[in-house]
């Protein structure tokens, strides 16, 4: 299942930098997912919960996406985005 994640100027603005749970892309996954997913994100992966079998699900995060991350975090400019997340089966948002 695909989920289609919209990255707006309220999570860029509202996101903390250096923040896992609370950067402009885990904020964007949460609020696409409804609340079912807590998303933390880094520069090379994100990690989706609830657990599938006892372990955090880590899925990978664009090229473009970890760039965007990277800027956000290091203080640059950083505009509006949208991407897909591909979720593992059994993982339902």
């Not at 930098?17 to 892309?25: D, F, H, I, L, T």
């Not at 290091?74 to 997340?85: A, C, D, H, I, W």
């Given at each position: ?26 904020r964007a996954i949460n609020r696409a997912s409804e609340g079912m997913l807590q998303a933390q994100v880094c520069y090379e992966h994100g ?47």
């Open positions: 299942m695909k989920l289609r994640v919209d990255v707006t100027q309220e999570d860029i603005a509202n996101g903390r930098k250096r923040n896992p749970s609370a950067c402009m892309v885990a990690w989706l919960g609830p657990e599938l079998d006892g372990a955090s699900v880590k899925l990978p995060l664009k090229d473009s996406v970890k760039q965007l991350v990277v800027m956000f975090d290091q203080g640059m400019v950083v505009q509006p985005f949208s991407f897909e997340l591909e979720l593992p089966e059994g993982l339902a948002a």
